[in-house]
Each structure stands twice: as structure tokens, then as C-alpha cells.
């Protein structure tokens, strides 16, 4: 075999072999990229799923931030109506303190008349229903005040009260209601005692169910008016 002949033979072999190692490379790019592509694919979804999940859970947490921040602001608003109504019966009970010593014996007057007339028809009832099996009790009614208020109208709240109830109950009911020595730790009102039964009038107590009673209506008065609604 000729020279040129064996140069064709190694020339076409050659060629033959880049023709192939030009088709495997092309058939591996064409891979590479079909793979870079899928990766791209799946890294997009991934980043498609976590963004979707890093804002759900940030309007969650907006969700979660609102609805606390509602609830303290309702707390605070609840906390003010609260205090609010707090000083309007304390204010009351303040003025009801300050009131001129005339009018303020006439109010402890009447607190206790009305004590003394519903302990005086409970026993009524009772020895009505009962009979003999009641014992009457013989003690004394006795007006337990604070200290303050003993020394300053303490025998003239006795001889109101005697008076408002003169020609409605016995003369030997009212006979039996005296001034107590023991004095009160309250601030303002009174207590009738009798025997083992007493009638609390302070002022502490009555104002206490009085805000039971009306602190719907002071609510509606305060904030209503003002259209406001907690």
C-alpha cells in the first residue's frame, strides 16, 4: 500500500473519530443541559414553595401581631371603663362623706330605720310562724358607728331614728335602741346589731351593691354617650 494511500486510510479514520467525539460531546452537552435545565426547574419550585411558605407564615404572624394587639387594646379600654366607673362611685361615696352634719345624721337615720323595722318584722314572722318554739331575743339594738362619726352624731342618729319610727314600732323597741361603745373600722355608715343578728349599712357595703346594680347604666352613661362601645 502506497504512502497516500495509508495517509487517506489514517485521515478518514481520524476524522471518523472526531466526527463520533463531536457527537458524543454535542449528545453530553445536550445532556448537561437537560439536566441544568430540570435543576433550574426544581430549584425555581423549591424557591416558589419557600417564598409561598415564608409569607404564610409572615400573614400568620401579621394575623397573630393584630389580633394580640386588639385584645390589649380591648384590655386597656375594659381597664379604663373599669377605673372610670370606679370614680364615679367613688366620688358618690366621697360626696355622701362631705355632706353637712344635719344631712348626713338624716341619711344614717334613715338607713337605720329601715334595718330596725325589717329586723322587727322578721321577728314578728318568725314568732307568728313559730310560736313559742321562738324565744324573743331581749337584747338591745344597738348602732355601731366609726369612731368619727360616734363622736360627732353618734346620740343624735339614735334620736332621729326613734323619731322617724315614733307611732310605728313599740315604744319598748325603740326604748332598746342604743348608742354601742364598740366602734366601726369603716369608713362612713353604720351596723345594727342584735343579738347574734346584724345589718351592715356602711358605706362600703351599700356602695358595693349599688355598683352591682347600676354599673350597666353608669357604663351606657359614660361611654354610650359618647359612642363608644367596650
Known amino acids: 500500500m502506497s504512502v497516500n494511500g ?9 476524522g471518523d473519530a472526531r466526527a463520533e467525539a463531536e ?13 441544568a435545565a ?23 404572624m401579621i394575623a397573630r401581631a393584630k389580633a394580640a394587639a386588639a385584645m390589649q387594646e380591648r384590655n386597656l379600654l375594659l381597664q379604663q371603663r373599669s377605673d372610670l366607673i370606679d370614680g364615679v362611685f367613688a366620688g358618690a361615696q366621697e360626696w355622701v362623706l ?3 352634719g344635719e344631712k348626713y345624721t338624716e341619711l344614717l337615720a ?26 324573743p331575743v331581749q337584747a338591745d339594738y344597738e348602732v355601731c358607728l366609726g ?3 360616734r363622736s360627732r352624731c353618734g346620740e343624735a342618729v339614735v334620736a332621729a331614728v326613734r323619731k322617724k319610727l315614733a307611732g310605728k ?3 319598748d323597741v325603740l326604748s332598746r335602741l342604743v348608742l354601742s361603745e364598740e366602734t366601726l ?14 345589718c351592715n349599712c356602711t358605706f362600703g357595703l351599700l356602695f358595693s351593691q349599688l355598683r352591682r346594680e347600676l354599673e350597666g347604666e353608669v357604663g351606657r352613661a359614660l361611654f354610650e354617650s359618647r359612642g363608644q362601645r367596650i
Do not use: F
Not at 373600722?185 to 346584724?198: C, E, N
Open 6 to 14: 495509508l495517509n487517506k486510510i489514517t485521515e478518514r479514520i481520524l
Open 23 to 35: 457527537r458524543i460531546l454535542s449528545e453530553a452537552r445536550e445532556d448537561c443541559a437537560r439536566i
Open 38 to 60: 430540570d435543576y433550574a426547574s426544581r430549584a425555581d419550585g423549591i424557591r416558589e414553595k419557600l417564598t409561598a411558605q415564608a409569607e404564610e407564615k409572615a400573614e400568620d
Open 98 to 100: 362631705s355632706l353637712d
Open 110 to 135: 334613715g338607713l337605720l330605720s329601715a334595718a330596725l323595722m325589717e329586723l322587727v318584722n322578721t321577728e314578728a314572722h318568725n314568732r307568728a310562724v313559730y310560736g313559742d318554739e321562738e324565744e
Open 147 to 149: 369612731k368619727k362619726d
Open 169 to 171: 314600732l313599740p315604744e
Open 185 to 198: 373600722a369603716a369608713d362612713g355608715g353604720a351596723v345594727l346589731r342584735w343579738g347574734d343578728i346584724s
